[in-house]
């Protein structure tokens, strides 16, 4: 079985709009994928720099790995440049759907893990390899009709120096 992209996002590409007006009745999707600026303090890297590799790194601070249940600190690791977004919002979606999430994760350093909450709802915690690119993919079920869809990714690492290149996500409605 060959998988379609539903939506992609990504740091070149992240306010993709899925309509077409030719088949106004078919499911589609819009959405946005965001990061607070990004990390940028005391490395030569851009904000421009980092979009146009299609790659922006958050890190410095990460969040504490037994922290599964507080993203009431989630606005607080967007701010400390730890977190990054997804927002979806899902148009004529058939009953019974759901969405296969793929995130692109680029090569991270100090131990990172990646939390995954979808709302304000933890999912689960993904160890990201320190220097090897990695995809992590999360399975979802989706309500009929129209609906909009949060996933933070929110790093964490017992080191503070931690970073990891957050690519973008590939969304695929099964």
């Known amino acids: 079985m060959t998988l379609t992209p539903f939506i992609e996002l990504s740091p070149t590409a992240p306010n993709p709009n899925g309509y077409n007006p030719s088949t106004p009745d078919d499911p589609w999707a819009y959405g ?12 030569s890297l851009s904000i421009d720099s980092q979009a146009s590799a299609n790659e922006i790194i958050i890190g410095y601070d990460p969040g504490d790995p037994a922290d599964e249940n ?50 304000s709802d933890f999912v689960r915690t993904e160890p990201i390899r320190d220097n090897v690119n990695e995809t992590v993919a999360l399975l979802l079920d989706v309500p009929a ?22 690519q973008g996500v590939t969304a695929y409605l099964l």
Do not use: K, M
Request: glycine content about 14%; hydrophobic content about 40%; aromatic content about 14%.
């Open 70 to 119: 507080d993203l009431t600190s989630i606005v607080a690791d967007i701010y400390r440049r730890c977190a990054a977004g997804t927002n979806l919002a899902l148009r004529n979606i058939p009953e019974a759907s759901q969405l296969l999430l793929v995130y692109g994760f680029g090569a991270g350093t100090g131990d990172p893990s990646i939390q995954f909450f979808v709302g």
């Open 145 to 166: 009709g129209d609906s909009t869809l949060t996933v933070y990714t929110r790093l964490a690492s017992p080191n503070y120096w931690a970073r990891v290149g957050v």
């Open 32 to 43: 946005t994928h965001w990061t607070f600026g990004g990390f940028t303090s005391g490395w």
